[in-house]
């Protein structure tokens, strides 16, 4: 084995010396009569030290694209560097090459690179990869070396335009020595490393020269070639499999020379730098939260069904029933708006409808003041509103507040009640909430109560009629025979005093009572009163002094005729004047006669009597002490003259006022607010004591003992 990596080189025969001729420059593409170099590598030397040329073999079908990634191959020792330089003389006109400048390769071997990928080559495995030696023996024209064996050789570089190319120098031919020399190679790719891929794209610029005179020339020549063009064969190989695409040969110059290029996924991956601890934190949480997303639509899926189910199983049947009545009456409801509970108290379904937009009258008006609105369950909150014909609100408030209210007037009102369950009324967050609302309109028609206190009345005494509370606030009116002063406020409404003359027409009286606009009749019977008399042989016999109803002062007169005031005998009554005992000598209703006959005063019938209106009084002592009957308002006290002496008129309300005339000394004076029992003043010998309502007189005697029923209503 030794021998065969050897190589032999044989001493071709002393030829002539061709003619130096300047070559010319390298191009792409051969000259047509350059031989064609051969495209595989020689035979290796027979036995007997003679070279056997093998048939050129098809060139290698390119490597398929390795692994981009790259692995450090084993380096084999480089063998010692043998260069043998030419003679000066042989070659006076041209350069030698440097050591190192690669040898180019032959253009015509270069196969254009085919549009589809190229399978890798199966290529033999070399046993034999040790660098190859320099021979002992001298060099032959034809190497033995094997293809398989043979190492790609270093191209020359491109010539620039700034530089000439080192073939357009002349130069002789090398001696075979030379020759044989030059086709040693003592530096391979594979023990310097990878050969870069713009050295293998070049083509080589040597051209045979036309001359050449002898076969062994020519034979040397075409060996150191075949060498050349294989080294290149095996370089544009290994460089090809290297490389993802080649570029394509084109007819031009052959392009610049470019760096590798390494771009598969594999180079990718490498040359993408390790992310960082935030990055993978980053894409960690990011895919976390993608996770989480899907979980939290995946379940509000499944939540929305259910609320979907809940939220149609949630019908109208569940809305609560409510009641309302107003005075008797059932009322309908005008709106509503319920939320039924779907989930909890956190999803409702509403149901919302307006039922009637104008309030719903009722066909029966009310005849109380003070009627009853009644709403079944009683558990909810209520809010009433009812405002009058004026829209002025007359009451705001719960349902069971008014209760108590009581209409002024009657009229026309409007009222809007609304019904509400909240969440914070129930005791169960689940429940039903919302509100529900009846507008309703209706007519107060109140007839007011008219009484008749007393339906049996005796002469001089006091007929008493009350009416209730009235809606309009206007003062009943009261028609009929008997003089009246009127209808005054009183505790429940009003009420109206009817003094009966003394001589007041017996029998049934009919009375007319007007009030908010109803209109009712009432029957009083009056009954006759026991009265005495008295007669006198002469004028000189009659009771003094007297003061009869048509009597009375100017003073007096004027003041019985004016309006009265409240009520004020309502606390203690009437007592008498005296505390200690008195005589009468004058009644009420008492008639004195003058002359008359015996039959006439057996029949109390005669003409030119008189009959007393008022009382009088003749006290036990002199000058002694009277109060005050009843409480009342002093509207005169002075001293009139005459008969009269000192007047007092006190004012008890209600158009009744006490009359005393004949006191020597007063102890009020007008203006004066006076209480039951207050001292009044001093008495003379005689007092007239007189009672009226209005310009009525009345029988004071039965008022001063109580005995008077009218009086007694207030």
Same mark, same amino acid.
């Given at each position: 084995?030794?021998?065969? #990596? #050897?190589?032999?080189?044989? $001493? ?6 061709? /003619? ?19 495209? %595989? ?17 098809? @060139?290698? #079908? ?67 990869? !040790? ?30 335009? %700034?530089?000439?190319? !080192? ?17 040693? *190679? ?10 870069? +891929? ?26 150191? &070639? +075949? ?5 290149? $064969? ?5 460089? &090809? ?20 290029? =390494? ?24 895919? &976390? ?28 049947? &569940?809305?609560?029933?409510? /009641? ?14 319920? =939320? ?38 009683? %558990? ?8 009058? +014909?004026? #829209? ?46 009846? $507008? ?14 007393? @339906? ?8 008493? *009629? ?37 001589? +007041? ?49 100017? !003073? ?11 009520? $004020? ?46 009382? *009088?009084?003749?006290? /036990? ?11 009342? =308002? ?17 004012? =008890? ?62």
């Amino acid at each position: 084995m030794e021998e065969d #990596k #050897k190589s032999t080189a044989v $001493q071709p025969e002393e030829a002539p010396k061709p /003619k130096p001729r300047r070559r010319k420059a390298a191009s792409p593409q051969p000259a047509a009569d350059t031989p064609p170099a051969p495209t %595989d590598s020689a035979e290796p030397p027979a036995a007997d030290g003679q070279t056997t040329k093998k048939p050129a073999a098809s @060139p290698k #079908k390119p490597r398929a694209k390795k692994n981009t990634k790259k692995t450090a191959k084993p380096k084999t020792p480089r063998a010692a560097k043998t260069v043998k330089k030419a003679p000066a003389d042989e070659t006076p006109e041209r350069k030698a090459p440097a050591q190192e400048s690669p040898v180019p390769a032959a253009p015509e071997l270069a196969e254009p690179k085919s549009e589809s990928k190229p399978e890798p080559p199966e290529t033999p495995a070399r046993e034999d990869a !040790a660098a190859p030696t320099v021979p002992d023996v001298p060099s032959t024209p034809e190497l033995p070396e094997s293809a398989e064996r043979a190492e790609p050789a270093v191209t020359e570089p491109e010539p620039t335009a %700034d530089a000439p190319a !080192a073939d357009d120098t002349p130069a002789a031919e090398a001696p075979p020595e030379a020759a044989a020399a030059d086709t040693a *190679v003592t530096d391979t790719p594979e023990q310097t490393g990878d050969v870069p +891929a713009e050295d293998a794209a070049e083509p080589s610029g040597l051209v045979f020269s036309d001359d050449l005179a002898n076969d062994k020339a020519l034979a040397a020549e075409a060996a150191r &070639m +075949a060498n050349i063009s294989r080294t290149a $064969q095996l370089s544009i190989a290994q460089i &090809m499999a290297g490389l993802e695409e080649d570029p394509a040969p084109s007819a031009g110059p052959a392009p610049a020379s470019e760096a590798p290029q =390494h771009d598969s996924a594999d180079d990718d991956e490498d040359d993408e730098p390790q992310d960082t601890i935030p990055q993978a934190l980053g894409r960690g949480v990011f895919g &976390m939260f993608k996770w989480l997303l899907l979980v939290v639509l995946f379940v509000l899926i499944i939540a929305g069904g259910g609320v979907a189910w809940l939220y149609r199983s949630a019908t109208p049947d &569940m809305l609560p029933e409510v /009641k309302v009545t107003f005075d008797g009456q059932e009322l309908a409801p005008t709106a509503y708006k319920w =939320h039924v509970p779907v989930v909890g108290s956190f999803f409702r379904r509403t149901y919302a409808e307006t039922l009637n937009s104008s309030p719903v009258v009722l066909e029966d008006a009310i005849s109380d003041a003070s009627p009853d609105i009644i709403v079944t369950p009683s %558990d909810y909150s209520t809010q009433l509103t009812i405002t009058d +014909a004026d #829209k002025e609100t007359v009451y705001e408030g719960s349902a069971t507040g008014f209760r108590s209210y009581l209409f002024a007037e009657n009229g026309t009102f409007d009222a809007k009640l609304v019904v509400t369950a909240s969440d914070s009324a129930a005791e169960d967050r689940s429940s039903v909430t919302g509100t529900e609302t009846w $507008q309703f309109r209706f007519t107060v028609s109140i007839k007011p109560s008219v009484t008749l206190c007393t @339906p049996t009345v005796q002469q001089g005494s006091v007929a008493a *009629v009350r009416v209730g509370s009235t809606m309009s606030r206007t003062e009943p009116t009261l028609t009929g025979p008997l003089e009246s002063t009127g209808f005054v406020r009183a505790a429940n409404g009003w009420i109206c005093y009817l003094p009966i003359p003394w001589n +007041a027409e017996t029998g049934n009286t009919e009375l007319t009572v007007t009030a908010d606009g109803y209109t009712e009749t009432l029957t009083l019977s009056v009954r006759a009163a026991s009265y005495s008399y008295k007669d006198y042989s002469t004028k000189s016999q009659l009771t003094s002094p007297y003061i009869g109803a048509d009597d009375a002062p100017d !003073a007096v007169r004027r003041l019985l005729t004016t309006d009265g005031g409240e009520i $004020q005998w309502a606390v203690g009554g009437f007592v008498q004047p005296f505390l200690d005992s008195f005589d009468t000598p004058l009644l009420y209703g008492m008639t004195e006669y003058v002359g008359r006959s015996y039959s006439e005063r057996s029949t109390n019938y005669g003409y030119g009597g008189r009959t007393s209106t008022n009382v *009088v009084i003749k006290p /036990k002592k002199s000058k002694d002490s009277m109060i005050v009957p009843a409480s009342g =308002h002093v509207l005169l006290a002075e001293d009139l003259g005459g008969s009269y002496g000192y007047t007092v008129v006190i004012d =008890h309300g209600a158009g009744l006022r006490s009359i005393f005339y004949g006191l020597t000394a007063l102890d009020v004076k007008a203006g004066d607010d006076v209480k039951q029992g207050q001292l009044l003043g001093t008495s003379g010998r005689t007092v007239v004591a007189e009672l009226r309502i209005g310009t009525v007189p009345i029988n004071p005697l039965l008022v001063w003992r109580g005995q008077c029923d009218g009086l007694k209503y207030f």
